[in-house]
């Protein structure tokens, strides 16, 4: 039974940081992938960092440079924000699956979901 436990999440002013943490527990694929995706009220889940077992990264063109998907040696998967919107506000969801990062920004893509942590971004 694999579980993602996202945390870090909470409120921050325009062009502040935050560090999101993702814990998992249950999984043991060898080709891994692994990935941040974020859903705004009333808009469409959208990937906005990916990491596999290359070490190999994708992200969303609104995030590129302001956003840093890492994996630290503990296997703990990190998304850093920085230079934080308004329109970063919503909830951020961990997500697991198999592949290469290129796909890893697409949900039909990952297998497996946390509950999601909530992010304010505050103008």
């Known amino acids: 039974q694999v579980q993602l436990v996202e945390s870090g999440g909470g409120s921050v002013q325009a062009g502040g940081s935050l560090r999101l943490s993702c814990v998992a527990s249950?999984?043991?694929?060898?080709?891994?992938?692994m990935g941040w995706f974020r859903q705004a009220p009333g808009k469409q889940r959208e990937g906005l960092a990916a990491?596999?077992?290359?070490?190999?990264k994708a992200y969303a063109d609104s995030v590129k440079g302001r956003f840093t998907i890492s994996l630290d040696d503990k296997k703990i998967l990190y998304l850093q924000m920085n230079s934080l919107k308004p329109e970063d506000t919503g909830t951020y969801y961990c997500?697991?699956?198999?592949?290469?990062?290129?796909?890893?920004?697409?949900?039909?893509?990952?297998?497996?979901w946390g509950k999601g942590t909530l992010v304010t971004i505050s103008s």
């Open positions: 990491i596999d077992s290359d070490d190999e």
């Open positions: 249950g999984y043991t694929s060898r080709n891994y992938l």
């Open positions: 997500a697991a699956g198999s592949g290469e990062a290129w796909v890893g920004l697409r949900a039909e893509f990952m297998d497996y």
